[in-house]
């Protein structure tokens, strides 16, 4: 988990973006770290010479592009040791000669580095500031500092540094050698970082790289050279590496034993498998003819991540592996302008959420016979949330309490498991949709624009006699053809464990999905009037909410117009599961349901699961939202819920 902090200034911080740690744990062969350096430290990374060639070449419009290229480069230069080791300036007489766990990094003196150096300080003083000057400065004088002190080239950099004894056994080897050192070299300390406060976005981010990047280098530069072990005297201080963790302890010996514990990578099969087709399609269930018992929406209860993270928050906090993007591209690309984050864990927003559902429908806990929790972000297995949410409800037994794990289809695969419930314990059920995903996205861009944190509750109870029915259709798909079950995968090991989107895969998965979905709508008949299409009896269009300029898309090639769609991506982000109940409950609260109508569902998403849902809304069902207190939840956790109105809420977030 990479959990996001709020630093002093109000302001969310996301540590994994600057930091470059990575998780050892899922990493067994050099060639798969490897893989990952070259993809988040090399991929966007300039080389000296490069840099050089755009100086000469006058490619630099601003100060701004010279000093996200020094940035990156600075990152790329120390990929290894500052994924790896922590680097300690040690006395020479001190340095322990034969332990395996210090090693000594074995240096070539960089090529032309006058040069380059010289080159860089020039342009830097020629070139017009972008934004602040005063800001670009303190940023130009941390990276400088540390670019026109390497002495070293990066290219051919190894990741694992021989110990001090095969240093010292290479009599031509050099490396990291100073007359004297100071232990109280000024270093930033990490809240330092944390409440970076720069007014431009993009500068805020520069200044924490440039902040960690200086201290990668915790001795004084301009007094350091590089010498074999000959030269070195008993005196003279050199720059010992120790493994940062026991993790990347252990990796080490992995490497140095070439232990073979490889797992298949993730999403891959040792032999690809043609997708076949079912042998007769399986038909949408229409509940009033499958069913004896109906099902009625009882209530529909909405939590909300108690931070807003706004396109500007993403920006201050781009990671160098980043290509450079603005806040309102990111609206532009997805139609996201804000997304929810919560401190809480995700058992603890449907709990609240699940609390009150209830209260609205009047329900009391002992008359619940099933809890169901469609979920793909737990942060726990044992108990599962549907399970601790029955024991935190009082709940003494239930006829079933369960996750689901169906990601973006969670409430059509929710829904069709609540009717099949209420068919066997005849009494409500509660269904909560809930995903928190800030604190699993680490510094890949693709989801930190897109993901957010949220639960939905409903009561799906057994109708009354003669009563409308609320749940007309329900469908659920899965699988496919593997590229696009592999679309999304969480925890990646090829990502750091981070969830991991491929986009062109998952555009693929919603466009088949979409397509099947309208088509057997235009094949089934409105079961109030079967002159009619399905699709013709369709009031309004609530989509899973996960990306709107893709969701737009597409559905303009499927015939559908923007106005029969409704969306609160741009304030929500992807809530995953909980998307679709979410934006149910946003368009009673923006007057676009002022009357009970039907509504077309659809969600599509990671594992190629899809579905839908036919429902009959009814505004009469939408609970007064639950307020999470951003200052309790962070001083106190778990914050206690606090009944309010729509209105109270846009006062409360700012909205």
Known sequence: MKPFVINSHGRLVFPANFLGELDFTVLDTLEQFTAVIERDFEAKAPTGTDILHRVESGSYPSRFELLRDLGQNLFWVNRYSMTMFDKRPTRWRDVPRHRDDVFLPVLTPWED???????????????????????EDRVFALLFDVFRHKLHHATELPAIKPTVAEFTAQPDALTFVMPEHDPDHHLFTIDEILDADEEVPELEALTRWAMVLHNLYPWDGSRTTLRSAADIG????????????????????????????????????????????????????????AFAVQPALEALAVVRGEHVCDNVDVIRNTSFSWSPMSAEEIARKTGIRQRRYSARDPHHLALDAARAALAKSGRAPDEIGAVLVSTCTSNRQIPSIACWVSGEL??????????????????????AEAVRQIQEVERPVLLVCVEKFSDKIGSARTSRMIFGDGAAAMVVAPA??????????????????????????????????????????????????????????RDQTDPDDPGRTLLESIDLIVPHQANKTMILDLAAKA??????????????????????????????????ITRPQRIFAPGFGAGAVGGYAILRVDPAIVADEVVLDRVETERMGPAQPVRTTTDDVQVAFGD
């Not at 009082?394 to 829904?415: F, I, K, N």
């Not at 090829?494 to 979905?517: A, C, H, W």
């Not at 559908?560 to 368009?587: K, T």
């Open 113 to 135: 580095r006058d040069r380059k150096v010289a080159a860089v300080e020039r342009a830097y003083q020629e070139l017009p500031a972008r934004w602040t000057a005063d800001a």
């Open 234 to 289: 008993p005196d003279d201080f050199v720059v010992t590496f120790h493994p940062r963790d026991r993790d990347v302890r252990a990796f080490i010996d992995r490497v140095k034993q070439d232990r073979d514990t490889v797992p298949a990578a993730a999403g891959t099969t040792s032999t690809p498998v043609e997708p076949v087709a079912p042998r007769t399609p399986y038909p949408p269930v229409r509940v009033r003819e």
């Open 394 to 415: 009082g709940l003494e037994q239930t006829h079933t309490s369960m996750d689901m794990v169906a990601a973006c289809a969670g409430l059509p695969y929710g829904l």
């Open 464 to 521: 009354a006699d003669g009563a409308p029915v609320d749940v007309e259709v329900l469908q659920t798909y899965a699988s496919g053809p593997a590229s696009e079950v592999n679309s999304i995968i969480w925890p990646n090991p090829e990502f750091d464990n981070d969830i991991t989107v491929y986009g062109p895969e998952v555009k693929s998965l919603v466009q088949r999905y979409l397509d099947q979905m309208l088509g057997e709508l």
């Open 559 to 592: 015939g559908l117009s923007e106005d029969q769609l409704y969306f609160n991506i741009e304030s929500m982000g992807n809530v995953s599961a909980a998307s679709i109940p979410i934006a149910v409950n946003d368009a009673v609260r923006d007057g676009v």
